[in-house]
């Protein structure tokens, strides 16, 4: 049965989710009580295509809904396929293997064809700079800055898309990391910087390190993503809130 086209501009609730192969939009009229669901092709080469295919099946149109919840494979499709950003990590002096260095873990210990993970971000790609705070918080050695625009300067040169900074014990204090966000993010402001302080305030190191070594990595296409989908829906008419399904289950 085709679906009818709802005019609603206050009750609608539109949630589209996109897959390897479908992207799957429901769509939910709170004054009627009717659910509406349409399947279509995903468009791995432009994500929002998929979507707008889905919408227009389903029956409806952005500016008839007052809610968008999306959800998407977008994030772990680009580690397991290894496409995302060409990403430095940053480090405290002395530190920049932790990343690979892991914790030296052997979950299959008899299994001669055990391999390690390969890191997201290569060894030539890491890259140290001179700062230290001690487990309690107290800065023993002050951030080199002088240090850091010098680093900068290299990682620009490099093409360096994004930067993932990790600084030894920064869940106790984060001012280092925090001043060495605000030092790239003012030299290179199309890139995309994450520290892991505001990722986990865990203790160890080689599980912040990932973290925030993830979250670079992915983040410069997330980001356009996002973006792209965003001021797609706005252009189209779409005045209420477009919300994000994390890993959680939470928004």
Do not use: W
């Amino acid at each position: 049965m085709k679906a009818q086209r709802l005019h609603s501009s206050s009750n609608v609730r539109l949630a589209a989710d996109i897959g390897g192969t479908f992207t799957d939009i429901a769509l939910f009229d709170d004054k009627t009580g009717q659910l509406t669901f349409s399947k279509t092709l995903s468009t791995p080469d432009r994500l929002v295509d998929g979507i707008i295919s889905g919408v227009a099946k389903a029956g409806s149109d952005y500016a008839s809904a007052n809610l968008f919840l999306h959800g998407s494979t977008v994030a772990i499709n680009t580690m397991l396929e290894r496409t995302g950003a060409k990403t430095a990590l940053i480090t405290t002096d002395g530190f920049r293997d932790v990343y690979e260095i892991g914790r030296i873990n052997r979950p299959d210990a008899y299994n001669l064809y055990f391999q390690k993970h390969k890191p997201l971000i290569e060894r030539a790609l890491r890259f140290e700079v001179k700062e230290r705070v001690r487990a309690d918080g107290e800065v023993l050695t002050p951030l080199d800055e002088a240090g850091l625009t010098a680093l900068s300067e290299k990682i620009e040169a490099l093409g360096i898309e994004a930067a993932a900074i990790m600084f030894i014990n920064c869940y106790a204090n984060a001012r280092h990391e925090r001043r060495a966000k605000v030092l790239l993010a003012k030299r290179h402001p199309n890139m995309f910087v994450s520290a892991s302080h505001e990722l986990s305030q865990e203790y160890r190191e080689f599980e912040r390190c990932s973290t925030v070594a993830a979250n670079a990595y992915i983040g410069p296409k997330v980001r356009r993503y996002i973006g792209e989908i965003d001021d797609h829906i706005r252009k189209a008419g779409f005045h209420g809130s477009f919300l994000i399904v994390q890993s959680t289950g939470g928004q």
